[in-house]
């Protein structure tokens, strides 16, 4: 047996790799949403973390680690791949197919366990726009996907969105710069993949018969051109209009990119400019919370952060000292605070900034309902005894049906 791994974690010698995974005893097992896929997956407890196994052949196995790394590089929102286990045997000397190791994302849910909380069709639009946000990302570091679904993505609750994952690359490829026939038939095939796949939520009862699922699916298209038109799309100002420029920087910040570069050129009377932004990477809010305050959160839970951040720096009149020293202030004095008043039972539920956002929530719903400022401290404790008790725990999500396979979405 060989692995192949950056970091070899000694642990993955201890696992039963002489079995194929179908059979593996569920005491390594760690169980988590089943999901629809093409190969053998389980999830496994390992030194006090969870890896996805995938069954799969030797070249798509080292391909797709490969990509995993690349994009990882890349700082691309996609899972970590760990290792390639290859030359797997039964203790009969029988081959067994090579696997694919990668971490498995915390706090993360596959869109059918997320349909299986709620089956609003507002849940399908917020999906699929984070899906589109995650799909111009890759195309503009050079990802073709060439699978692209709601299968093989994973989701994570952002405030009171989501933000995206890529978690199948087996048919990716890594290029300098994708054509428009490239990315033309990773939106189309997203498009007809998520109807299907919306069909099949209808089919078991998962989102109601009388939801669109057709227009919704339609959704992916039109979110991708108008981000990406957003992103990449040339503009000619006349010099009055200098403005203007500082606008178009903001509309992509509140889109969650920062602009790298700007490429400006003149006329000879140099009376227009013509502005085409280099978007380097998305995560304005995300990279500013954690140069203040060291927190790795989501792209919307950092805006909303940093909004409590300002909200409180204007009410204790702190807005002539420098923001590091208000934010290292608001971490201590409102952040951790209200983080430790949750219970440690309850602490899994949900990931600290989560957490923090639905409270701030809260908070802003009892303050309108009582017709008062009703203090953090109070709308925490309400929160905790009224709504936190009904969550699901997000953490290790445990599967609704013990006799289903522990299996991903692929």
């Given at each position: 047996m060989q692995i192949t791994a950056a970091n070899l974690d000694p642990a993955l010698l201890d696992l039963p790799w002489e079995l194929p995974?179908?059979?593996?005893?569920?005491?390594?097992?760690?169980?988590?949403?089943?999901?629809?896929?093409?190969?053998?997956?389980?999830?496994?407890?390992?030194?006090?973390?969870?890896?996805?196994?995938?069954?799969i052949g030797e070249t798509v196995a080292y391909h797709e680690y490969q990509l995993l790394r690349d994009l990882n590089r890349l700082q691309a929102p996609s899972v970590t791949p760990t290792a390639v286990i290859t030359g797997r045997t039964t203790p009969a000397g029988e081959p067994l197919t090579p696997a694919l190791?990668?971490?498995?994302?915390?706090?993360?849910?596959?869109y059918r366990a997320v349909f299986s909380q709620s089956m609003r069709p507002e849940t399908a639009t917020r999906l699929i726009d984070s899906l589109a946000v995650l799909l111009v990302r890759l195309h503009l570091l050079g990802f073709y996907w060439g699978d692209v679904s709601l299968s093989n993505t994973l989701f994570r609750r952002d405030a009171d969105s989501f933000s995206a994952?890529?978690?199948?690359?087996?048919?990716?490829?890594?290029?300098?710069?994708?054509?428009?026939g490239q990315r033309t038939y990773d939106v189309e095939l997203a498009r007809m993949n998520i109807i299907g796949e919306l069909m099949d939520l209808q089919a078991g009862e998962l989102l109601e018969e009388d939801v669109d699922v057709i227009v919704i699916g339609n959704r992916i298209e039109e979110r991708y051109h108008e981000l990406w038109n957003e992103l990449t799309a040339e503009e000619t100002y006349y010099n009055g209009e200098r403005w203007r420029v500082s606008e178009r920087i903001k509309?992509?910040?509140?889109?969650?990119?920062?602009?790298?570069?700007?490429?400006?050129?003149?006329?000879?009377?140099?009376?227009?400019?013509?502005?085409?932004?280099?978007?380097?990477?998305?995560?304005?809010?995300?990279r500013q919370i954690m140069r203040l305050t060291g927190l790795d959160v989501e792209e919307l839970q950092a805006r909303r952060m940093l909004n409590d951040l300002a909200t409180y720096r204007a009410i204790t009149g702190r807005n002539d000292q420098p923001i590091e020293l208000v934010a290292h202030e608001w971490l201590n004095e409102v952040f951790e605070p209200t983080i430790r008043a949750v219970p440690p039972q309850m602490g899994a539920k949900l990931e600290p900034a989560q957490l923090f956002h639905e409270i701030l929530d809260h908070r802003w719903y009892i303050s309108q309902q009582q017709q008062r400022d009703v203090p953090l401290e109070e709308a925490t404790r309400s929160y905790i005894e009224?709504?936190?008790?009904?969550r699901r725990d997000e953490a290790l999500l445990l599967d609704l049906d013990p006799n289903d396979e522990h299996s991903l979405e692929d």
């Open positions: 995974l179908e059979e593996w005893p569920e005491s390594v097992l760690a169980a988590l949403p089943r999901g629809i896929s093409r190969h053998v997956v389980r999830f496994v407890n390992l030194s006090g973390r969870v890896i996805a196994v995938k069954e190791v990668t971490e498995h994302l915390q706090f993360s849910l596959p994952y890529l978690v199948d690359a087996e048919t990716g490829e890594l290029h300098p710069k994708l054509t428009i509309r992509l910040n509140e889109l969650g990119f920062d602009v790298g570069e700007l490429k400006m050129t003149t006329d000879l009377d140099g009376t227009r400019i013509n502005l085409q932004p280099k978007v380097v990477d998305a995560g304005h809010h995300h009224n709504v936190l008790p009904e």
